[in-house]
């Protein structure tokens, strides 16, 4: 906008709000196109009186807002007249983003087939397979076998596609989706990132991983930590809690919160960057947190919070448990079957409870199965998630949180 102040007046103090004119420029209209000079303006087209077919053509146009608007007349349409054009964009279409909106497009309009995605998932591009990858998720559920054509994507040599299926395999239950969530921890395990990935998708698998995790040498020390926190804090089978305890794989990171304070003590002096923060949340915090659109509610509200002064979100995040709220405190349930189970207390009655572990899934309790509860005073969050990360890293995440609504 043609406006001197582009923030919200709310979020201005009230003493520095009092100095300016909030409105100024606002009789100035807005600036909707830039050209450069002696240039003139190039026409947009009119899409909405084209067919299904022309709309499919258009997404072949090197100018990426013309795309987006033919992907939007598309969905917006739902002409079955684009479907043949928008299968053959996916194999032939001559740019990457043109095969990855023709594949978007039918799965929006629900016609994204198997072989459209197979196709896609042997392109040249990483950002094709890792976008087939994604939008094939569905196909986990629908055709058991398509976790086939997913796991040879673990040897895939681009780290974001990889990243991808490790995401990705969360969703599929199958017994091979385990085995190649495995193999990637083997491979890829010394990445905070792709571990991350990976343990944000170990529930469904987590018996095959914890047990690759507590045998393997390849596997760094602060990522079998955080498997062993897993363990006893979710509601894993007691005997895999029991073996993760005896392993006791010792942290990569020092125990001593207070020592980790101060060798990122800089980090909250530093002019971290939010758009290089979003990655690193979504990598390490987005399992719990919901922030910037991107993330699961599970644990506190983040944009919520009231001080967000660096010093304060670095004790936050690194020592999670010097206060730990009484609504978020971790609790340890043993049932009367032998059953153990962990997690937060979401809700109470007279006659039971439920219990959300970090996945966000919601499991009732009723009291009477209950043999032992106890409350470990501790955070579900996990101490270690700084490993790997150096205090410039740290100071683009605190960024991030400060800055996100």
């Known amino acids: 906008m043609y406006r001197f102040l582009v923030e919200h007046p ?91 909106q023709a594949m978007a497009a039918l799965a929006e309009l629900g016609r994204l087939a198997k072989r459209d995605v197979a196709s896609a998932l042997g392109d040249a591009h990483s950002a094709v397979r890792r976008h087939a990858i994604r939008l094939s998720e569905p196909l986990l559920t629908d055709d058991p076998n398509w976790i086939e054509h997913l796991a040879k994507r673990a040897d895939d040599p681009d780290s974001f596609v990889r990243q991808q299926l490790a995401y990705s395999l969360g969703q599929a239950t199958q017994p091979k989706a385990g085995k190649t969530l495995t193999k990637l921890l083997l491979r890829d395990a010394a990445d905070p990132y792709l571990a991350a990935a990976i343990l944000s998708s170990s529930l469904p698998h987590f018996a095959a991983i914890q047990k690759t995790a507590l045998s393997s040498s390849s596997i760094p020390e602060a990522v079998g930590k955080q498997i062993q926190q897993i363990a006893t804090r979710i509601g894993a089978k007691p005997e895999i809690i029991t073996e993760a305890e005896s392993n006791k794989p010792q942290p990569a990171v020092a125990t001593n919160r207070s020592d980790v304070l101060k060798q990122f003590a800089q980090a909250a002096a530093l002019k971290g960057t939010s758009a290089d923060g979003r990655a690193i949340f979504q990598a390490r915090c987005s399992a719990c947190h919901k922030l910037g659109g991107i993330g699961n509610a599970v644990g506190p509200d983040l944009a919520a919070l009231t001080d967000k002064t660096p010093q304060t979100l670095l004790i936050g995040t690194i020592d999670p448990n010097r206060e730990v709220s009484e609504q978020y405190t971790a609790f340890l349930v043993r049932l009367k079957s032998g059953s153990t189970l962990g997690g937060m207390i979401a809700d109470e009655t007279a006659n039971g409870f439920t219990l959300r572990g970090v996945d966000g899934k919601p499991q009732t309790i009723l009291r009477a199965d209950v043999a032992e509860m106890k409350a470990t005073r501790r955070s579900l969050m996990p101490e270690g998630l700084e490993a790997g990360l150096n205090p410039n890293e740290m100071a683009n995440l605190l960024a991030f949180i400060a800055n996100s609504n």
């Open 10 to 100: 709310r979020w201005i103090q009230p003493r520095r709000l009092a100095k300016i004119d909030a409105r100024a420029g606002s009789d100035r209209g807005r600036i909707y196109r830039v050209l450069p000079g002696g240039k003139k303006a190039r026409p947009v087209p009119d899409l909405t009186q084209r067919s299904g077919a022309g709309l499919a053509k258009a997404l072949e146009s090197p100018n990426g807002t013309l795309r987006e608007l033919a992907h939007q007349q598309i969905v917006w349409s739902a002409d079955e007249a684009a479907v043949p054009g928008l299968r053959r964009l996916v194999r032939t279409g001559s740019r990457p983003q043109t095969r990855v």
